[in-house]
C-alpha cells in the first residue's frame, strides 16, 4: 500500500475512533490499516510532519480532524452511495 493511501485510512480509523470515543494504540490501528507496524509508524510521522495528526498521542489535529471529516462517508448512507449535499444556507437577507 503507498503511503498516501495509507495516510488516509489511518486518518479515517483515527476519526471514527475519535466519533465513537474509542482509545487506539499504534498496533491495533496497525492491525486494522493490515499493514506492518513500521509501515503505520512511518505513515504517522508524516502526517504528524502534515500538521494533521499527533503521532505520539495518536490523535487528530484540527486540521487533520477537518479532513477526516470532509472526506468520510455518512453512517446512514449505504455502502457506495454517497449521501445527498446538504444546500448552504441563505447569506441573503431581503431588505
Known sequence: MNEPK?????????????QAGERID????????????FAALK???????AGLADARRL????S???????FSEPASAPHGE???ARALPRTCHAA
Open 43 to 49: 505513515a504517522m510521522d508524516a502526517l504528524e510532519r
Open 59 to 62: 490523535r487528530l489535529t484540527l
Open 6 to 18: 495509507l495516510c488516509g485510512r489511518l486518518l479515517s480509523q483515527l476519526f471514527r475512533r475519535s
Open 82 to 84: 454517497r449521501a445527498p
Open 64 to 70: 487533520g480532524l477537518a479532513l477526516a471529516a470532509a
Open 26 to 37: 499504534i498496533i491495533d490501528l496497525a492491525q486494522e490499516a493490515g499493514v506492518s507496524l
